[in-house]
């Protein structure tokens, strides 16, 4: 039985598997890029304490694309969530989650009325713009969100985070996990944190 | 390669099983959890993944592991890897070709599936129902715009009272929910409300007064929580003189509820469709990333459980044939673990039962041959300690065993002639020739038994063997004869010298008593009658007693002679040099006859011996009389005596040799020169080496004589040195005893 030159038969394995691995890494890139292009994060965010009410402002600047556009347009709908957590410091030890809350709302273009329609889930309130921007504007203005009364607090050293995210909504369950590895109408911004003046 | 016991498998087996139950509760557990609160999703998505990673790397770190296992085996022609390999790659066309059939079908459904939802009939239809709405909207919009400019110019004159008047006749007249006057930043001037209680008039959107600020009349749709929509319509007051105030008047009005319903029926479809139209393409994408997952895991897990299941499958082969190959080499004591009940279980069983049986006869087979073993060793001791001889040769005359004494008996060694032919080992040996030309006449004529005499000549002498042949018992007729020999020869020597024993002592007895009377009877005739004689009958008289005289002499010296022979007397037993005495003796003899050349060669190891130093004087008087008697007319006469010091087992012997260069003993009385009367000279008794072996005997030693290869007779005598050791002394002494007392 005639055989190959072993070092030229290793020389053609290791490039088919550079090939491969290149080939995997262009797939997995592809998979990965992000549908919400553009910056996402809270540009500042406090609390101020009105009898005995922690409310929380936030500034967040929301990406702006062509992309979310023309989707809001076709009929998706987006999901804003603004996560705040507070937790306090323990020595040796996982800090202790005081609050954990999500304010949600979302933003889908109204084909009929030709407007940019935002409605607080919890609430049900929703308030429409003319104009994309005018839309993304308001969302990216929080004010006295009411997150934490002084009885929760006893003593310690606490810290506030605040993250945003931004996700196609009205999507069901059971599509979402369908739809696990392949959407990328999902992005959240980084924690902004700060400790909680006591 | 270390083979594992079936409880370690066992153990593997379920622990790979309770492995991935665990996977897969747990990656089921969360989907469902993540199903049913997709608010969850977000934060288990990520040990969603990790569970699913896990998984596939685990799947695939054992099927590879599994892989090089066997691709290992099957270079190493492991026993059993060709059979899994072959068993895997059936197994694996039979699962992986329906699988990639399933996935080819199922990607083609899922494109054309999906795609179908998607038909461009639909949106065209649901923008032409988006269009129709917004007409029918639109067209409400513009007369409510339309009459808000018409009410703004109306309100440009009049006062307060009148233009709240106004405003409340509009509000009633066109069913608005509200219309009101807003001055500078806002401010509102007037207003009419359906419930003018409760509420104040909403505030303009920042929108609307930068447009009515432009004095460019505003109209918008604006869609409500509840379903409703609301037309809201805003125009700028012409400025006049009387006020320079920027005013303009908004007025709100409701779509009517099932004009609203529709546009909001027509608005959902479109938003879902939309959402769905998003969808298209990742829900395929992840479908296919899904369907081509669970094929992945599926061809994984299949080829898994295919070598699992092969490697289960020829376990108990790979073990049969490791227990064969022990069992081969000899290890009965191989036991193959039972992997089932089953066909395999059964053949298993039927090898261990083998294996147990193989291992039992061996152990029989092995105390037999032990038992034979046994008994051949103690038939070899028999043999080799008797002494009798013992020879068993095929009808070919192959020797096929022999013992010692055989071939001490035919003066060659045996040990190592099994396998050859008697005539080949006969060469050059005179005495074993004539014992196989012996054979050979009564095999030849057609004798298989008998019993007789056989009296072979040699440079030793005569040996006579009785000799009895027996055939062999065998299946085959030719199995061969067993012969048995014993040498007579000094049993007969032993006779005739018993005989002449009593020959002697008769002669001595019977015949001396009457020689002297007659000698006395002759000599007294011849004095009384020879006087009164004639001379003629004196004469006759006188040559008549002379002669019975003389023979009577002549008989009385060979009476004494007999009687010399015949006679046992007390030994005188003392230490002395045989060296010595044979020194003596040669001197005597150069000064008696110069012509003597006698030559000694004596061992100095040999100091002392005890024995009757008279009578071995006289054995070597005897020795070297008869050496050069038989020297007579030899041209250069040669006599050599010497001596030795030999061990023979814990007794130490002397040995006394005489060798001349004379003409020999003759061959046909070589085994008979011992025998009284047995000579070859013309004169003497032939009494001399008879009485010399009688001497020797009664020291317990013995004497042989044959003639020399180059020439000459050799006589050779054995003496113990210490009279105590002497291996004949029982024999010799009884003898000697017995003779005693017979004389006495």
Known sequence: MLRGDPTRIGVTRARLLAILCAMGCVLWSLALANALEGVLEVRSAYVNVDKGVFLLYARIEYPQSPAISDALRDGITLTFDLDARVERDRHLWFNAGIVDLTLRRELNYHAVSDRYVVRDTKSGDQTSFATLDEALGYLGHVDAWPILVEPQLDGGNYNISVRAGVRRGHLPAAMRAILFWTDDWNRVSEWYTWSLPV | MRARSPRTLRFLAVGQVLVWSAIGLGAFLLLAKSVQNSAEFGRLQLWILLVDACAVIVLCVLLARQLWRLVRDYRAHVPGSRLTARTVAIFGVLVIAPLLIVYASSLEFINQGIDSWFKVEVKQGLNDALGLSRAALDLRMREYSERTVALAESLATGDATEIAARLEKERRATSALEIALFGAHGRILAASQENAFETLPSQPPPDLVRQVEQRVPYVSLEPQADGRYLIRTAAALPRTGASREARFVVALYPVPAQLAALSEAVQDSYSEYGNLVAMREPLKYSFRLTLTLVVLLSMLAAIYLAIYSAQRLVRPVQDLIEGTRAVGKGDFATRLPLPSRDEMGFLVHSFNDMTKRLRRARAEATASQQAVERERTRLAIILARLSTGVLA????MTVRTANESAGAILG???????????????????????????????????????????????SSGRRTLMCACTPLPGEDAGAGFVIVFDDITALLQAQRDAAWGEVARRLAHEIKNPLTPIQLSAERLRRRLLAGMSERDAEILERGTRTIVQQVETMQQMVNAFSEYARAPEMQITPFSLNQLVCEVADLYRSQDPRAQIRLDLDPRLESIEA??????????????????????????????????????????????VCDNGPGFQRELLGRVFDPYVTSKPKGTGLGLAIVKKIIEEHGGRIDADNRPEGGARVRV???????????TGAARERRDQLRRERA
Request: hydrophobic fraction near 40%; charge should be negative.
């Open chain 2, 412 to 458: 060659t060694d045996l040990s190592s002639a099994t396998g050859r032919a008697l005539p080949e080992l006969a060469s050059g040996n005179e005495r074993l020739g004539q014992f196989v030309a012996a054979l050979a006449v009564r095999f030849a004529a057609g004798r298989e038994e008998w019993r007789e005499q056989l009296d072979l000549d040699g």
């Open chain 2, 718 to 728: 054995v003496l113990p040195v210490k009279d105590s050791t002497r291996s004949a």
């Open chain 2, 393 to 396: 040769i095929d009808r070919s």
């Open chain 2, 612 to 657: 009757d130093r008279g009578r071995v004087r006289q054995i070597l008087n005897n020795l070297v009389t008869n050496a050069l008697e038989a020297l007579d007319g030899v041209g250069s006469p040669r006599l050599e005596i010497s001596t030795r010091l030999e061990a023979g087992g814990e007794a130490a012997y002397a040995v006394l040799s």
